[in-house]
């Protein structure tokens, strides 16, 4: 059974630090990209970093870049999400989703498998 | 990078079809065809319902077609049921290597 299954949220102060895990079963997870998207109270989904499946290469939304750090270990299955220097508009549910397509590809694609989220909230 | 631009709601009855538009720039959705669409139900994980603007995935309803024309992509959903009553949004690839999503349609259902 394919799954992906997010953890590690919580509430944190401003300023503070937290790291998501999402640990893969059911598939080839060293063969797919990677991404986290995460959805705000009210708002619509936000895409947040993509690592490819090697690790080799990551990508950020601008709103993340230099405080958010993707990461994946291909022996335990498992991708990462540090994020640092944390700010209430950070708040949101935070679902990481595997990139769809062929194996070992390094194309774009959509967002095919999809874990149920984690939410983090950032408040004094 | 901007939120590609839906409509806030759109409803119809059981029976109908409906169309939900996704308007972006050259750099996203008018420069790839990684237009895809997603469901979300309240409590659910989003489900990936259209990829490469047209392309359904195995499982999904062949009431879901996508199509795109410059810079706005549709969805459409044709014969309307209640278990379509979601929220929709749009995503594309867009240039340095970003995604962005749309700003997401609520579907109901009459």
């Known amino acids: 059974q394919v799954q992906l299954v997010e953890s590690g949220g919580g509430v944190v102060q401003p300023g503070r630090s937290l790291r998501l895990s999402c640990p893969a079963s059911g598939f080839t997870f060293s063969g797919y990209a990677m991404h986290w998207v995460r959805q705000a109270p009210g708002k619509g989904l936000e895409w947040v970093a993509i690592i490819s499946y090697d690790g080799v290469n990551t990508f950020y939304a601008d709103s993340v870049k230099g405080r958010f750090t993707i990461s994946r270990d291909n022996s335990k299955n498992t991708l990462y999400l540090q994020m640092d220097s944390l700010r209430p508009d950070d708040s949101a549910v935070y679902y990481c989703a595997r990139r769809s397509g062929l194996v070992y590809s390094r194309l774009p694609g959509a967002f095919d498998i999809w874990g149920q989220g984690t939410v983090v909230t950032v408040s004094s | 990078q901007s939120a590609l631009t839906q409509p806030a709601s759109v409803s119809g009855s059981p029976g109908q079809s409906i169309t939900i538009s996704c308007t972006g720039t050259?750099?996203?959705?008018?420069?790839?065809?990684?237009v895809s669409w997603y469901q979300h139900q309240p409590g659910k994980a989003p489900k990936l319902m259209i990829y490469?603007?047209?392309n359904r995935p195995s499982g999904v309803s062949n009431r879901f077609s996508g199509s795109k024309s410059g810079n706005t992509a549709s969805l459409t959903i044709s014969g309307l049921q209640a278990e379509d009553e979601a929220d929709y949004y749009c995503?594309?690839?867009?240039?340095?290597?970003?995604?962005?999503f749309g700003t997401g349609t609520k579907v109901t259902v009459l």
């Open positions: 490469d603007v047209s």
């Open positions: 050259s750099s996203d959705v008018g420069g790839y065809n990684y």
């Open positions: 995503s594309s690839y867009a240039s340095n290597n970003n995604y962005v």
